[in-house]
């Protein structure tokens, strides 16, 4: 079983800053991409930013220049340094692990979510 642990999430005023955790645990080989999703109420769940075990990063438009990811492949954990955050930024963030290599299988694994609220 694999499992993946979020902490960070919390309210914060419009202009502040906020780092995201996400730590994978388990039994598995290896981890290919791991990244952030938001869900904001009444939207689509989408991506917020990407990052292979190689460190190549990919970042929603809307976030380039204010998140940064980061990636410790010997930990098997990701963070999601945010600044400057805004009230579009207001949703439940979710951690992925994308094609986690198993004994058994290779799929992707989720996060049970954290909140982010911006208040203006």
């Known amino acids: 079983q694999v499992r993946l642990v979020e902490s960070g999430g919390g309210l914060v005023q419009d202009g502040g800053s906020l780092r995201l955790s996400c730590a994978a645990s388990g039994s598995f080989f290896s981890i290919d991409a791991m990244g952030w999703y938001r869900q904001a109420p009444g939207k689509q769940r989408e991506l917020v930013a990407l990052?292979?075990?190689?460190?190549?990063?990919n970042y929603a438009d809307s976030v380039k220049g204010r998140f940064t990811i980061s990636r410790d492949n010997a930990k098997n954990t990701v963070l999601l340094q945010m600044n400057s955050l805004n009230a579009e930024d207001t949703a439940v963030y979710y951690c992925?692990?994308?094609?986690?290599?198993?004994?058994?299988?290779?799929?992707?694994?989720w996060g049970q979510g954290t909140q982010v609220t911006v208040s203006s």
């Open positions: 992925n692990a994308g094609r986690v290599r198993t004994s058994w299988s290779i799929k992707d694994y």
């Open positions: 990052i292979t075990s190689g460190g190549i990063t």
